[in-house]
């Protein structure tokens, strides 16, 4: 059935394998501790998922409903991994896109965001996309905005008793102007659209600290191929380059 399931997920990618190819992929998935999850398949090392404090925090985050059925240990690590390295940097954090808050409550356990004396904002519509934001090349490969339901309310109580926690509710890119930090460390984008995310990132580039990291959720998804393209463009402008990681995000490292 395992090996069914793989040349079906192999089709659906459009793409055909020696059978030499899909028997050892399969062996590989056997393996003990292989990580598959999230669009990611290995076999190395991900002992992180065993780590006390981290295994805590993902909890917290999925206890939100963010993330449905869906596991995403990987993609959470990744966040907390960026979130930790910058978390003694001057300036505050900042996600755009935060739907039910699975991340951003992830992160703020992770890093013990209480005791550093910074904010976090969290903006969103609260209810899925901004229909007119969505570009048509974007629509064609089918990026609707439908399927998000109203979470506000839920979102303010995921955060009302965190310190620092500031919670935006208007669109990208209108609601920007509304975050007053000077300086940020920390910058997630997740909108799942490429006009609203280019304009964050250009809005916060210059408030971006040295050493600040901003990460993209979308940027190495096939859905998304038009927020990578900008992205590229984006980052060459600016001459650095995007990391582009098998999580499907992306890493932009301020110089």
């Known amino acids: 059935m395992l090996k069914d399931l793989f040349y079906r997920v192999a089709n659906k990618a459009r793409f055909v394998l020696p059978s030499s190819v899909t028997n050892l992929s399969y062996m590989l998935y056997r393996a003990r501790n292989a990580y598959f999850q999230d669009g990611l398949l290995t076999v190395h090392n991900?002992?992180?998922?065993?780590?006390?404090?981290?295994?805590?925090?993902?909890?917290?985050?999925k206890a939100t409903g963010s993330w449905g059925r869906q596991e995403i240990e990987?993609?959470?690590?990744?966040?907390?991994?960026?979130?930790?390295?910058?978390?003694?940097?001057?300036?505050?954090?900042?996600?755009?896109?935060?739907?039910r808050g699975g991340l951003s409550r992830t992160v703020i356990h992770y890093i013990d965001f209480e005791n550093l004396g910074k904010q976090f904002w969290l903006l969103d519509t609260y209810e899925g996309l901004v229909d007119n934001l969505i570009g048509k090349n974007e629509r064609c490969l089918g990026i609707l905005p439908n399927g998000y339901n109203y979470c506000y309310n839920e979102v303010l109580k995921t955060f009302k008793s965190?310190?620092?926690?500031?919670?935006?509710?208007?669109?990208?890119?209108?609601?920007?102007?509304?975050?007053?930090?000077?300086?940020?460390?920390y910058l997630s984008i997740d909108?799942?659209?490429?006009?609203?995310?280019?304009?964050?990132?250009?809005y916060f580039w210059?408030?971006?600290?040295?050493?600040?990291?901003?990460?993209l959720d979308d940027y190495g998804w096939r859905k998304h191929i038009h927020q990578k393209i900008a992205f590229d463009r984006f980052a060459d402008q600016r001459g650095v380059k995007v990391l582009s990681l098998p999580t499907g995000q992306g890493l932009i490292f301020k110089p």
């Not at 992180?48 to 985050?61: N, P, T, W």
């Not at 930790?84 to 896109?97: M, P, T, Y």
């Not at 210059?206 to 990460?215: A, H, K, L, Q, S």
């Open 206 to 215: 210059d408030r971006v600290t040295r050493g600040g990291i901003i990460v």
């Open 74 to 99: 990987w993609r959470a690590y990744v966040c907390c991994w960026a979130a930790w390295s910058v978390r003694n940097k001057e300036g505050d954090f900042v996600e755009c896109g935060v739907h």
């Open 46 to 61: 991900s002992d992180f998922r065993k780590e006390q404090k981290f295994c805590e925090a993902y909890r917290l985050g």
């Open 191 to 202: 909108m799942n659209c490429t006009a609203p995310e280019i304009a964050a990132a250009e």
């Open 162 to 185: 965190i310190q620092g926690v500031k919670i935006i509710k208007g669109i990208v890119p209108d609601a920007l102007s509304q975050v007053t930090s000077n300086h940020i460390c």
